[in-house]
């Protein structure tokens, strides 16, 4: 049964400073006003003469196989073998050219939801209220629409008011199938969705519902349904995707969500978003870094949940220009999935990145599959770019399938345990894991009797593009730093399982690895011979200071000269070739250096020079103002979510077992605060400072334990007042140790 349309909402709008406003639609997909849930997602814009919703499902992807991925010289050793010969065509034919030239596996779009402006007229007030998930538009006479996406449930709401003309909606299907030449296309604009084969999908017009069914391939379909109701001057309706991957079904999720009724619908959604803004928050002075800040933390609250699949290059928001999207939607685990879950530990947020982990703990058998055949050994590797199911997709192969990517991506499982302090995670899902990935790397890490690694070329990505001059006959200080990390982080973690023996093995395997390769003035190079000297935008050679940690400005000078050098370098040389992901690292890397300005700076550049008027990241410089030689716009979302991080960074960090409040802000930032930042060991952090003068730090120990806090400078002279403790508080220096019960918030003044 169809919902009232006399049902009375009390839309609750909570208005910031960091809504986005305008006065008018987009006028471009990528420019749309984002709502999601991580399964499906909209963006609202103006094609033509019509308000469109661009509606997405994260399962909708086309996954034939790659055939070239495949058969007897599918092979690392095959690959090593023609670099050996100097003679690399061959596997830039058998695993390069087939990501370039054919339209899949591949992300595929939806469908979109279109209502006529002939007779509303343009809207002239346009606003996301970011509290809320809620898109708002307004037009002079009096019409309003509020439109969300559930933020539990696969539909998405519209609701028109003081409607002064009858108006429905039509139901838009992507142009699989028309006549013309559909062209060749690339990875980065998108390949023609011509050019994937389909027949094309049926529409099915009802008085008040619209269906629409589209085959893709090998037995793949999708289904987009659409209910409403419109009386007197009210129109109410519901959307909803689904997937032959899924138990869902489209008409059914609309049905159901008619017969909740929206209110209660929108009361259940307004539960889950207050929830979400209630685990952190922070307040700066800097109204334009305030304002990225909060909206990349709604996009990560839009993309990500505990059962959804992991933050692809676009998420729910893929492409609506009747193209593949850019990079074909997929999963680059090079660097793009692990920057997208950075803000999710000191922003409180490890139940929305549990689905990241999750899924890498579910497809383990896939790659499992994959390491034995392509790397002939046991253990896990990822391959660094691939489909919603784990399987690999080819590409640039010294990044796309390079030896070390599961490396960092154990990190996430190292991160989430030492964020939340939980033993069971790090018994069942961390250690286990990441003993695999040490395992696999162990037999690369080998050397024979002939002083010959079995790991005789490296990678870094992704320099010297696909070419054979990106195959580095010295191990690079990418691989290095991740394989380092890797049985430091496995030993850890099996002393902290009392596996002592393992926790030996690992150290001693460690150990083994020879030092970072460093220039003459002491700057990370990318290897042996190979000085950071070109402009570019992976930051691959100084993995070890950030994210890894390997290098630390707490490990005394050697560490910060080598810090301080490869900072000056990337400075130097400049950013000509980088994107905008490469100021938020370079962000990230100055917090870390306690270089505030520095970090301030490179993250609003980010924010003024890279980021489209929706906020959403564009990789090139859309100022043209020298920021960087890429132009280009590809929407991706991974230097969202590193700006996010970035500025965590700058208010609290936690990585070397000292939490420092405040450690990376400008000096004008006089007046700042933030509320339950996540720190290592699982302590949520409250901290406020008036005047340049921190006035105040809570402490709440989820798990108890030793908290080890650094004053800041403003309260190191004297004793300071820490209450609401029973356990032991002594001092050392400028160090704070608590001993602290589970539970029991810390106040220190």
């Known amino acids: 049964m169809l919902c009232s349309c006399q049902e009375n909402i009390d839309w609750k709008e909570k208005p910031s400073a960091s809504d986005l406003q305008f006065v008018q639609l987009a006028k471009s997909w990528d420019e749309g006003i984002p709502l999601g849930n991580a399964t499906v997602g909209a963006l609202v814009w103006q094609r033509d003469s019509a308000l469109r919703f661009s509606l997405d499902r994260t399962d909708l992807w086309d996954l034939r196989p790659t055939d070239s991925i495949s058969g007897a010289n599918n092979r690392f050793s095959w690959v090593y073998s023609h670099v050996q010969k100097g003679d690399y065509l061959p596997v830039q034919k058998k695993f390069d050219w087939p990501y370039d030239q054919l339209p899949a596996p591949s992300k595929i779009p939806g469908a979109a939801l279109e209502f006529p402006l002939g007779k509303l007229g343009e809207p002239n007030d346009i606003r996301l209220y970011l509290n809320n998930a809620l898109c708002e538009a307004r037009w002079n006479n009096g019409t309003t629409l509020k439109t969300f996406v559930h933020a539990t449930e696969p539909v998405g709401w519209f609701v028109f008011e003081n409607l002064y003309d009858t108006i429905r909606p039509s139901l838009i299907a992507p142009q699989y199938n028309k006549s013309g030449d559909s062209g060749n296309g690339d990875p980065v604009t998108g390949a023609d969705l011509r050019r994937l084969g389909y027949k094309q999908g049926t529409v099915q017009t009802d008085e008040q519902e619209i269906t629409y069914h589209q085959p893709g391939w090998g037995g793949f379909y999708y289904d987009v349904n659409v209910r409403w109701k419109q009386k007197g001057k009210k129109l109410y309706g519901v959307w909803s995707v689904s997937s032959s991957l899924s138990s869902d079904k489209a008409s059914e999720e609309t049905m159901q969500a008619l017969e909740r009724g929206v209110a209660s619908d929108y009361s259940d959604h307004m539960d889950y978003w207050n929830n979400y803004w209630q685990a952190s928050s922070i307040s700066i002075p800097d109204s334009v870094l305030q304002k990225q800040y909060d909206n990349e933390m709604y996009k990560f609250g839009s993309a990500s949940r505990e059962n959804s699949s992991p933050i692809s290059l676009q998420a729910v928001w893929t492409a609506d220009n009747g193209k593949l999207p850019p990079w074909k939607g997929d999963y680059h685990h090079d660097l793009n999935t692990q920057l997208s879950y950075w803000p999710s530990y000191m922003g409180n947020h490890l139940q929305e990145e549990m689905g990241y982990l999750n899924t890498l703990w579910n497809q383990r058998e896939v790659y499992k599959k994959y390491t034995k055949q392509y790397f002939e050994c046991d253990g896990i590797n990822v391959p660094g770019v691939c489909t919603l199911t784990g399987e690999p997709m080819g590409g640039w192969i010294q990044y796309a399938m390079s030896p070390t990517v599961s490396a960092w991506l154990s990190q996430h499982f190292y991160l989430h345990w030492k964020y939340s302090a939980d033993n069971v995670f790090l018994k069942e899902r961390a250690y286990p894991f990441t003993k695999d990935v040490a395992t696999f790397l162990e037999q690369l890490s080998k050397v024979d009797k002939q002083g010959v690694r079995r790991l005789s070329i490296s990678s870094s990505p992704e320099i010297f593009d696909n070419s054979i001059k990106a195959w580095f006959k010295d191990m690079t200080n990418y691989d290095l730093s991740l394989m380092k990390f890797a049985f430091k982080a496995a030993s850890e973690m099996a002393a902290a399982l009392q596996l002592n023996d393992e926790a030996a093995h690992w150290e001693k395997v460690g150990k083994q690895l020879p030092a970072f390769d460093v220039d003459k003035e002491g700057s990370l190079t990318f290897a042996k011979g190979f000085p950071y000297k070109e402009s570019h935008r992976h930051f691959s050679h100084a993995m070890a200071i950030h994210p890894l940690g390997l290098l630390d400005y707490s490990q005394g000078e050697e560490s ?190």
């Open 560 to 749: 910060q000269n080598i810090i301080n050098a490869t900072l000056k370098r990337l400075q130097n040389v400049g950013p000509d070739w980088w994107c905008g992901y490469s100021y938020s690292w370079y962000g990230n890397m100055k917090a870390r250096a306690f270089d505030g300005e520095g970090a301030a700076k490179a993250l609003k550049t980010f924010a003024e020079c890279f980021c489209l008027p929706n906020t959403f990241h564009a990789n090139g410089d859309q100022t043209n103002s020298g920021k960087s030689k890429f132009t280009y716009r590809p929407f991706t979302l991974e230097g969202n979510f590193a700006f996010a991080s970035g500025i965590q960074e700058m208010l609290m960090q936690s990585h070397t077992g000292v939490i420092r409040i405040f450690p990376a802000v400008p000096a004008s930032w006089q007046d700042l605060s933030f509320q339950n930042l996540r720190a290592m060991g699982a302590f949520l952090v409250s901290a406020e400072q008036k005047g340049g003068k921190v006035q105040q730090i809570s402490i709440y120990p989820e798990q108890g334990g030793t908290c080890r806090i650094a004053l800041p400078a403003s309260m190191q002279r004297g004793e300071p007042t820490v209450s609401g403790n029973k356990g032991n508080v002594t001092r050392e220096g400028e160090v704070l140790v608590i001993q602290t019960q589970k539970g029991e918030k810390i106040v220190i003044n």
